[in-house]
């Protein structure tokens, strides 16, 4: 069974530029998760997606970030314009069933921001 | 609102040896509680999950926790490390959503 795959692996760029993260999630999970996960700490959620629908966006920075899930499959992940503190690893995870904690996670794209 | 703690950001072991990582949670209700691992380069993984049914929860590659309410604890242990244990393990509550530790660095030496 293929994994959660996630595109680009590494990204630098300058602040004020923009840039864009893709995840494809296991075939068939509906649930679709982004994380933020900045240098020592935990992963924060940003986005929860239910199909193509959005369940919780409580934590996305909307002047910035945007995510979209088109016909509930695969996702991207856009920051425009990127800010210094924006530097981290943004991971995608999905699962089965929604409520079940039980996520599985893609090897995450590392933005660096200069 | 829920919260989790986990009290060692490293922890060093001596390969053959037993593997304490410590978590404490905070909660409104029975929550859910999972520990994940994330080796160097790879997506996380979970390790197991308790969700109120044995106190005892054995997890993949012969990891297990205890949940004890009264300490509002779910520390992970292994009786004896490998050096594949070596990578960054998190302790995740859940009531709606996940909420992750800051995670624990698990070195192990030969």
């Known amino acids: 069974e293929a994994g959660v795959a996630q595109s680009p692996r590494y990204k630098i760029i300058e602040k004020r530029q923009s840039v864009a993260f893709w995840c494809n999630p296991i075939?068939?999970?509906?649930?679709l998760y982004w994380y933020q996960q900045i240098l020592g700490q935990g992963p924060k959620l940003l986005i929860q997606?239910?199909?193509?629908?959005?369940?919780?966006d409580s934590q996305l920075p909307k002047d910035r970030f945007s995510a979209e899930r088109l016909k509930g499959v695969d996702s991207t992940l856009k920051i425009q314009p990127a800010k210094l503190e924006d530097s981290a690893v943004y991971l995608c995870a999905s699962s089965l069933f929604e409520g079940t904690g039980e996520l599985f996670f893609g090897e995450g794209s590392r933005l660096t921001v200069l | 609102a829920q919260s989790v703690t986990q009290l060692d950001s490293h922890v060093s072991v001596s390969e053959g040896t037993p593997v304490l990582l410590r978590c404490n949670y905070s909660?409104?209700?029975?929550?859910?509680l999972f520990w994940y691992v994330q080796h160097p380069n790879k997506g996380l993984q979970l390790l197991l999950k308790?969700?109120?049914?044995?106190?005892l929860v054995k997890g993949i590659n012969g990891f297990e926790a205890e949940f004890k309410k009264s300490e509002t604890s779910f520390h992970l242990t292994k009786p004896s490390a490998h050096m594949s244990d070596a990578a960054e393990y998190f302790c995740?509550?859940?009531?709606?959503?996940?909420?992750f530790g800051a995670g624990t660095i698990l070195r192990v030496k030969s």
């Open positions: 995740v509550v859940s009531e709606a959503k996940l909420v």
């Open positions: 308790y969700t109120s049914a044995a106190t």
């Open positions: 909660s409104s209700y029975s929550p859910s």
């Open positions: 997606f239910q199909n193509n629908g959005v369940v919780d």
């Open positions: 075939s068939g999970h509906a649930t």
